[in-house]
């Protein structure tokens, strides 16, 4: 599963940020470094499959929909038959999700997932950029119930500058304490709404503080929110 950092606006259509791409590029290494292990699972019956998971990077950065068939996973999904990956493996994309939280549900719902148990004999593959990887493993988790050996981790490099020291951890802990006693899909989601908008005021009042006269201050890059897709 793949995990969405972004789009970009490009003129009249939309790219994938580096850093998704960096993310396209790690599975299509693991894959060849893996490729005898794919094969002998297709033989055996149990196609692999790959799931690009991502719409728009809402919660991490407010951004607005792409256009359909423009989005993180669509876009994900031609890179990767671009590099002939549909050779190895079933090939999907989730289009909706505007977190990584979203990201797991969504795939789910989608039954992009069905007919694949995972355990530590056959883990689900988390592909992401290393910071952003425990807190998958959290949501998963939370989410879909995969903990420990049940996930491996796929480690994406580049394409980006690691964020702020504090801002990935701060989400992880955010996340840990408002998801508490959330115990569906739908009471997670909403508890995501509700962090998403918090820390969206936090954001806020630390700009203000940096430009209290309300004049020009610099850019503050965006973050990734609780559960961002930009989540990713």
Request: with cysteine; glycine share 12%; charged share 25%.
């Amino acid at each position: 599963m793949v995990f969405g950092r972004g789009v970009l606006r490009a003129g009249d259509t939309w790219a994938l940020t580096p850093a998704s791409f960096a993310r396209v590029r790690a599975v299509v290494d693991y894959v060849a470094a893996n490729e005898a292990s794919f094969a002998r699972a297709a033989g055996q019956g149990r196609a692999p499959r790959i799931v690009f998971s991502g719409g728009w990077a809402e919660a991490a950065e407010g951004a607005h929909p792409p256009p359909q068939g423009w989005r993180e996973g669509d876009l994900m999904l031609r890179q990767a038959l671009a590099a002939g990956l549909d050779r190895h493996a079933e090939l999907r994309a989730e289009t909706r999700s505007r977190s990584t939280l979203e990201n797991l549900l969504h795939t789910v719902e989608d039954g992009l997932l069905d007919g694949h148990a995972f355990g530590p004999g056959q883990p689900l593959g988390i592909v992401s950029h290393t910071w952003h990887l425990p807190r998958i493993r959290y949501l998963a988790r939370r989410a879909l119930g995969l903990r420990g050996p049940a996930l491996l981790d796929v480690h994406a490099s580049g394409g980006e500058a690691l964020p702020r020291w504090w801002r990935e951890p701060a989400a992880r802990t955010a996340s840990r304490l408002w998801f508490l006693g959330a115990r569906d899909a739908a009471g997670l989601l909403r508890r995501e709404r509700r962090l998403v908008t918090s820390m969206r005021r936090v954001d806020r009042l630390a700009r203000h503080r940096r430009d209290p006269a309300g004049g020009e201050c610099a850019v503050v890059p965006p973050h990734p929110g609780p559960g961002a897709s930009g989540g990713a």
